[in-house]
């Protein structure tokens, strides 16, 4: 069954926040997590969005959406945010950690960023305002890549938190305030960073439920788990990572609205080091569980 596309993701990073200080002043934006709602652009370079009171804020009070954009090393980035209502503000970070801010860059207080991608993956880009505005604006995306791949520019998605890498043990809590999959477990998203090589071991135990792990590689293949720890408790083993990027992590259960704590481990032996690159992908299926989704 599909997980759905308003997953709930805690990010695991290299190294501390993935935005810091990118704003003009000392009071300007930084590591945002990620609004709402994981929904695929058309191909088009240009979106129309509205900053309101309801989207989630940077530390300086501004509203923000975020977007994820494709690119390859080399390609051609420009992004123009056009705004009547605000005075916008944009901010671009590569896969490498590489990050590109501008206020006034268009005409008048509107923004615009022309780089040069600097590395192959994902980009992410936040759609900002100058103090705490809100309103309708425009957005023009133009990226050789991306304008011949379909959804390759979405919206990223909610709550997600930064975890030094090397803090490999996450405590967690599944409730009834949490995103359910469609057979009504209620489920947690972690992502990690990850190389083509790297061996990646995924455990969750728990008192509480029977603990279920869903892992889907950047290429789209996914490993699940019910019982292989001790007990009822899940694990997932990948000798040899497929990919290079971010690994999606969902933390489960078998049992129908089934809550209670868990504990995560994640290790990820590394065969080369690699840069953050934060993105929200596609959400994997979950195949139906081995017994009838109501085992404790």
Known sequence: MRIPAEAACVMIVAAGLWLVGCGPTSTSPVAPALPEGLTSLPATPSYTGTLTASDRRLDDGSYYDG???FADQGDRIRVSMVSTAFDPYLVLLSPSGQRWRDDDGGEGNNAFLDVRADASGRYVLAANSYQQ???SYRLWIDCPSANHREGTA???PERVSTVIDGQPV????????????EDDTYYDCYVVQASAGDK???SMTSGDF?????VRSPSGAVETDDDSGVGTNAVVEIPVADANGLWQIFANSTGSTKAGTYELRIGVQRTNISSPAPVAAEQPAKPEAAGDGTDE
């Open 67 to 69: 977007y994820s954009i």
């Open 200 to 202: 990646i071991t995924v």
């Open 133 to 135: 505005a809100q309103g």
């Open 210 to 214: 029977d603990a279920y792990l869903l």
């Open 154 to 156: 979405v919206r990223l």
């Open 170 to 181: 996450q405590s967690g809590t599944l409730t009834s305030t949490d995103p359910k999959l």
